[in-house]
């Protein structure tokens, strides 16, 4: 008993009791319950999840916004229809040269010469070797000079054959320019008419200008049965020559000179044929 | 006031506080029951020993009163998973207990903030003060309060299990089976604690024992 010992002795038990005598300030415990009271509530209230309140919370946040948000979406609007516009312009001025050139050639006779011309999609298979040779080579050909190349061919096959390949799809690049070229010489050669080079040259550059003029009647350009046999081989170049884009040119006559001549010479040949009274072109 | 007949009326398991755990036991199920307001009587009845308990291990008077709220708080939200297996303040005491030392594992290094007060009329105070100091008045109560900071730089020099046996046997006088149950222990090893921890409190505070 601590009263029967000296009064002077202090164990370590007795300094902590001196703990439970610890006592918090007078105003501690209203504060304590008021506090308590508002986290019991808290508790109370289920939370909700975060993905349940997240659409809410996004609306209300854009929605401080909807003033610059709708007038950028204006612009935007703006914008993407006068591209639409400008590119519906641009499809339409490149078609209307397309139209005026293949109308050049007089490829038409009157006469009991017929020159049989086979349409776009019949012509295309003859390019793919070329193109394939171009592709192992190296020397890609770009994809709008192509798809024009074969626009060009298909409304020159529907204004000379009268039948349009309306469904034509994207195919290899044609012949190139200098094949193109090699085989004119060699027919020049054959029929030893000089001037249809240096004519079709002519021919080439006013077709390449963009001049807007109005389409003209193939009939009203029909020549004499004399001349048949010179628009003849000037269609065949122009079919091809006029089409070619610059860039497509190049690479044509870089892959060209890679070719050997003697194909190149096969391959003129076998592209002209003779039957009956008939002089067979093929594209 | 006898002071050992308080170490005895807090140490011993009293016919009263079976009765106590009877009527918290019929205050629980009034609260399962959907009675929140019943719950109230259990924060009353609780709320100084539970600060008392949190206090002692944390020494911190704003985490103390904060880690209290918490442990009603999760009392109150978990009271319909309490069957009734052990009394409501083992159960309570246990949510206290790991309340604040999960407190303490996220915050080791806290600054003391002691209780405004030590009630130094207390009778039991009253003795110890007077058999450490001779003097009397105000430079009684600065002793006294030298004397508290002192007891909990030594308190956190503990480990926290070791602190946590001193605190509820030593000051909030529960059994070695109460705190065996508290801390999910056996008796033999709160026994062993309390008995590593006292020594080494009394190596702390050696200048202020007499003997």
């Given amino acids: ?283 | 006031m006898d002071a050992t007949k308080v170490i005895g009326k807090t140490l011993v398991a009293s016919p009263e506080r079976a009765q106590e755990a009877d009527a918290d036991v019929e205050i629980v199920r009034l609260v399962q029951a959907g009675d929140v307001a019943a719950f109230d009587r259990l924060i009353l009845k609780y709320r100084e020993r539970v600060l008392g308990i949190v206090y002692h291990l944390t020494s911190n008077r704003e985490d103390a009163a904060d880690l209290t709220q918490d442990t009603f708080i999760k009392a109150f939200q978990s009271i319909n998973r309490f069957g009734g297996q052990s009394s409501f303040f083992t159960w309570l005491y246990r949510i206290a207990v790991n309340t604040a030392l999960s407190h303490l594992r996220k915050h080791r290094l806290r600054s003391f903030f002691s209780l405004e007060m030590m009630d130094t009329d207390q009778p039991v105070s009253r003795e110890i003060i007077a058999a450490l100091t001779d003097t009397s008045g105000a430079e009684r109560d600065t002793y006294a309060r030298e004397l508290q900071e002192k007891l909990n730089e030594a308190m956190q020099k503990l480990s926290t299990k070791h602190r946590t046996v001193v605190t509820l046997f030593e000051i909030e006088g529960l059994s070695h089976q109460e705190i065996a149950e508290i801390m999910d222990s056996s008796v033999g090893t709160v026994r062993s604690r309390l008995h590593y921890a006292k020594q080494l409190l009394q190596a702390e505070l050696q200048p202020y024992l007499r003997r």
Avoid: C
């Fill in chain 1, 1 to 283: 008993m601590k009263s029967d010992r000296d009064k002077t002795t202090v164990t370590l038990e007795d300094l902590l009791r001196l703990k439970r005598a610890e006592r918090p300030a007078p105003g501690f415990w209203p504060e304590f319950d008021r506090e308590l009271r508002a986290k019991q509530l808290a508790a109370l209230v289920v939370e909700r999840p975060w993905w349940r309140t997240f659409p809410a919370r996004a609306i209300a946040g854009v929605a401080r916004y909807h003033l610059p948000m709708g007038a950028s979406a204006i612009l935007a609007l703006t914008f993407l229809s006068v591209r639409e516009y400008q590119t519906a312009l641009t499809e339409a001025g490149l078609a209307t040269p397309v139209l005026e050139f293949s109308t050049q050639p007089n490829l038409e006779s009157a006469g009991g010469n017929v020159i049989e011309i086979a349409s776009a999609s019949d012509a295309a298979p003859d390019v793919r070797p070329v193109a394939a040779a171009a592709e192992r080579s190296g020397l890609a050909i770009g994809e709008a000079s192509a798809r024009e190349e074969i626009r060009s061919v298909s409304a020159m096959a529907a204004l000379i054959g009268g039948t349009e390949d309306s469904g034509a799809t994207f195919r290899p690049p044609a012949r190139s320019t200098s094949e193109n070229f090699s085989a004119v010489q060699e027919i020049e050669a054959l029929f030893g008419n000089r001037t249809l080079l240096a004519a079709a040259s002519q021919g080439f550059e006013s077709r390449v200008l963009p001049a807007r003029q109005p389409v003209v009647d193939p009939l009203a350009q029909m020549k004499p049965p004399s001349d048949v046999r010179r628009a003849r081989f000037m269609g065949t170049a122009f079919s091809t020559v006029a089409s070619v884009k610059p860039v497509a040119t190049r690479n044509s006559e870089r892959l060209a000179s890679r070719i050997a001549d003697q194909r190149l010479y096969e391959a003129g040949v076998s592209r002209l044929g003779l039957g009956g009274d008939r002089l067979m072109v093929k594209f």
